[in-house]
């Protein structure tokens, strides 16, 4: 089966878009191979960003799902929760942190957008690599 990947950037307000060009990672994004659906959005985590979610996988029948938003120990059980809910396996979910490890770090925008594309290019290329996982219940003596 051929990888249906959906791309979302997150703007964060002005945390990650006041330094990365959101529109050109998004341009960059829809052009890699397996890309079907690539959106920004100004906060991906609010209830709208996450419906464009569920709507993008069941519409456009999304086999994989990448997040470039802030840090995945905050928002990474948001989106896995939106896959799980539009019917896709959580764990063929990548986030990429392109707040602390980009937006924050870097202050020219346009090292900042180049380094935030090669780091949304490696989670699109790993996530065609991730197989659903299934939750087991182990019981405890």
């Not at 709507?55 to 470039?68: F, M, Q, R, S, Y």
């Not at 202050?107 to 996982?133: I, M, Q």
């Amino acid at each position: 089966m051929d990888n249906r990947i959906g791309v979302y950037i997150c703007h964060c307000g002005l945390n990650i878009s006041s330094t990365v060009d959101v529109q050109k990672l998004t341009e960059f994004a829809q052009g890699l191979e397996g890309v079907v659906v690539a959106r920004n959005y100004p906060y991906m985590c609010s209830d709208p960003g996450q419906e464009l979610i569920k709507k993008d996988i069941k519409e456009h029948g999304l086999t994989n799902v990448v997040v470039a938003s802030c840090s995945p120990t905050m928002h990474g059980p948001t989106f896995q929760r939106v896959c799980e809910e539009a019917g896709l396996n959580p764990y063929m979910f990548q986030m990429v942190n392109i707040r602390e490890h980009v937006s924050w770090v870097t202050d020219d925008v346009e090292k900042a957008t180049e380094k935030a594309k090669l780091l949304v290019a490696a989670a699109v290329n790993r996530v065609k690599f991730h197989e659903p996982l299934g939750k087991i219940h182990v019981p405890l003596t």
